[in-house]
């Protein structure tokens, strides 16, 4: 199963990717432009989190158990059966958030305005998610889940000698794994 | 028989598809009162207010399964462990190996409530009375609803506004007096009124009366109110009266270890039926944990070793047909309490803590990272000192972007030039 990977030292908190992603997946003009005229405003399924210093961009993390599922009062939450991923049938959706409750990163978020619950989907039906292809520093990467161990441990070398040089208090955060400098 | 399950809700159906995915080999019973079996409780109010149409209303459909046997319309009555035997009400019995109860929770009827024979008189719960009540609704429009908790609530939210006049009763002086604290209510009670929903805080329904054998008035505070329709969501009891005999119950309770398993070796229980005894005793009555407890117990049923409950809470959250609400635990006495509220907005989140522990709190009006809260209060890991920061809303997408990220997004370019 492919998962998006986010490299946390990367990251410049730019936004670029809830940009795209509200523009492409979730408006009607498909353009940045359009896209901040229409009501209601088009969200984003990544959201950056974290503090200017240390952002991050956050998205669904297709969990192996996935909370949210077992939370879902209208069954339209399910897993592809192809990808693995964790889908939203809008049309099922009814927006009672008990999901929203459930997901322990935050990332399905309430739509208030159109009554139903957002979450990422890893673009499932396109080649590439868009914010993997627009991150300008390439902080975002589709990998496969069998590939998470070892790209963590290059990560965690990588970072370990970053830090040391540059003294950063900065870490790196690997799909669910943030490290911190000293632990 | 393998395996027996009492009780065809969300624990009971959660079950079967589990028992099946894992001991592919074993058969397996249901048997379930209600003529109709897996659907989606939770939706009888959109059922009833006819938004919801009933082919949504299900979530499982009977499959040729030669290893799983439904028997729906037919109660259990009682059990008798010694020779694992269940006594149904159409004069069979059937044995099992092991058992699992799932037999959820009853509506609480009070007396005054009880009077027989005179129509108009609906407890919320079970698909068949939904059904009744959505085809009496529509010719008998003045309803009254006994109960100020989620059921009775979430009932009064959508019931409003469907050429129905809704008076809300709730004995506590609050809505929702088991969830929010009485600044949070405040806000749900704003948004009914908004909905012309009538609120009687405070009272009761003391009296009924009948117009040729249907219901025509309720009497409450004193004071009479025509009314043709009355829905009873006054609580729920554990559905457990039919085990009274069989040396299961603990002062009438139905208590499971964490891995749900009863005080027989053989009788696992789930959902609204049991009282979690790990820590004090506990019973969820919400969906959620009916769907996780169903699996862990089918999954324990044969296990060498079991598996606990991991994650034991009462959280709910709540769309209002217009309002969000989530809660995340229950007002706790004695703890700490930090407030971000913005009335002019209609946003009022709450968080209740004890030594930089989250251990309990409500959102309303914004219910951005409820997730987030959630997960912290049930790891119990320390919060941090900041709880308003905690409780600041996330902004959406959009909101506040464009202008913060003109300088990251500026690092970022030069970094990918770099690169
Ligand atoms: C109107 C309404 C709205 C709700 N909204 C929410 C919500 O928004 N969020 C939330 O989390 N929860 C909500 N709940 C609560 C939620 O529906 C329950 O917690 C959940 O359904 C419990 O599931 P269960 O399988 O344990 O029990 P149940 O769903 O009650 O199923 C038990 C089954 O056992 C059968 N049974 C009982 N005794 C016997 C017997 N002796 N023999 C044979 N069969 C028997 C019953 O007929 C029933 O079908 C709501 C409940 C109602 C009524
Ligand atoms: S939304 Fe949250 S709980 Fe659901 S799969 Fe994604 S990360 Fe896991
Ligand atoms: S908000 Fe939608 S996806 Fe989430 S639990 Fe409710 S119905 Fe399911």
Redesign the pocket.
């Known amino acids: 199963m492919k998962v998006i990977a986010v490299h946390l030292d990367r990251c410049t908190g730019c936004k670029t990717c809830e940009l795209y992603c509200a523009t492409e997946r979730g408006s009607n003009g498909k353009t940045l432009l359009r896209a901040v005229q229409e009501r209601p405003l088009p969200q984003a399924r990544v959201r950056v989190e974290g503090s200017n210093e240390v952002p991050v961009a956050m998205q669904c993390r297709q969990c192996r158990q996935a909370p949210c599922l077992d939370a879902c ?1 209208t069954g339209a939450l399910r897993r592809d059966g192809e990808s693995g991923v964790v889908v939203i049938q809008e049309n099922n959706c009814i927006g ?1 958030w ?1 999901c929203t409750l459930f997901c322990p990163y935050g990332v399905i978020y309430p739509w208030p305005q159109r009554k139903i619950a957002l979450k990422c989907d890893r673009c499932v039906y396109m080649e590439v998610p868009v914010c993997v292809d627009v991150c300008p520093t390439k902080a975002l990467e589709l990998i496969d889940v069998d590939q998470y161990e070892d790209l963590l441990r290059v990560k965690r070398a990588e970072t370990a000698a970053d830090l040391q040089r540059k003294n950063r208090l900065d870490g790196a955060l690997l799909l669910d794994l943030v490290e911190r400098a000293g632990s | 028989m393998d395996c027996v399950i ?8 959660r079950a079967v598809l589990s028992f099946r995915r894992q001991w592919p080999d074993k058969t397996i019973t249901l ?4 003529k109709e ?1 897996g659907y989606y ?5 959109q059922f009833m207010n006819r938004t919801l149409p009933e082919n949504k209303l299900f979530f499982w459909q009977q499959q040729d399964d030669p290893r799983v046997r439904v028997i729906s319309g ?4 009682s059990i008798d462990r010694k020779n694992r035997t269940l006594f149904l009400s159409n004069r069979d019995s059937v044995q099992y190996r092991r058992l699992l109860i ?6 609480i009827v009070p007396a005054v409530c009880r009077t027989a024979g005179g129509e108009g008189i609906y407890p ?3 698909l068949a009375v939904a059904r009744a009540a959505r085809d009496w609704l529509p010719d008998h429009p003045q309803v009254v609803i006994l109960g100020g908790g ?2 009775g609530v ?2 009064a939210a959508h019931l409003a506004g469907y050429n129905i006049s809704v008076t809300l009763v709730e004995k506590e002086k609050q809505l929702l007096p088991q969830a929010l604290s009485k600044e949070a209510s405040a806000l749900v009670e704003a948004e009914l009124r908004e909905k012309k929903i009538r609120l009687l805080l405070g009272s009761t329904v003391e009296d009924l009366r009948f117009n040729r054998g249907a219901l025509s008035g309720v009497r409450a505070n004193g004071a009479w109110i025509s009314c043709q329709t009355l829905f009873v ?1 006054a609580g ?1 009891l554990p ?1 457990v009266a ?1 085990l009274s005999d069989s040396g299961l119950l603990q002062d009438g309770r139905l208590e499971v270890a964490a891995s749900l398993q009863t005080s027989d070796e053989n009788i696992f229980a ?4 049991v009282t979690i005894v790990d820590n004090g005793a506990f019973t ?7 769907m996780v ?2 699996s862990l117990a089918a999954a324990n049923l044969y296990a060498p070793t079991m598996s606990s409950l991991r994650c034991l809470s009462r959280v ?3 769309n209002l047909n217009g309002l969000s609400l989530a809660v995340i635990g229950l007002p706790v006495a004695g703890a700490k309490r930090s407030v971000y509220s913005r009335p002019e907005a209609g946003i009022f989140r709450e968080l209740y803590h004890v030594d930089g522990r989250i251990v309990g709190g409500a959102l309303l009006g914004d219910i951005s990272n409820a997730g987030r809260l959630h997960s912290l209060m049930v790891s119990s890991e320390p919060a941090g000192t900041d709880f308003n920061e905690l409780l600041r809303p996330r902004l959406d997408s959009f909101a506040g972007t464009t202008s913060c990220c003109v300088k990251y997004n500026r690092r970022a370019t030069l970094l990918s030039e770099g690169a």
């Open positions: 009062l009672c008990t | 009492i009780g065809g809700g969300v624990a009971g159906m048997i379930d009162t209600e079996i409780r939770t939706l009888l109010p037919v109660t259990v009555e799932a037999s959820g929770g009853r509506p919320v719960r079970s989620l059921v979430k009932t969501a729920s559905e039919f789930a959902g609204d039926a969820p009555w919400t969906w959620p944990q009916a407890q169903g709910n959250a709540m």
